[in-house]
């Protein structure tokens, strides 16, 4: 399963991978089943978690500065 796939939630590279991924199983309805877009899924699976890091990390840089201004850290 994969969360929300909408383009604004996501960057270039992964709305592509995306892309690429809804194609497979639009030209492969039967396939996809088997295995045929395990690579693609793959690919749009890492690129999701990278994104998500990404947003972790800089939401703890975030969180760090508000406790200082806050006189917490």
């Not at 030209?27 to 793959?42: I, R, T």
């Amino acid at each position: 399963m994969h969360p929300d796939l909408s383009p604004h939630l996501h960057s270039d590279e992964c709305n592509r991978l995306i892309e690429e991924l809804h194609k497979c199983h639009a030209d492969n309805p039967f396939k996809k089943f088997f295995g045929h877009c395990n690579g693609a899924n793959e690919a749009v699976n890492r690129c999701l978690k990278q994104e998500r890091e990404e947003n972790r990390r800089l939401n703890k840089v975030k969180s760090m500065e508000r406790r200082k201004r806050m006189g917490l850290a």
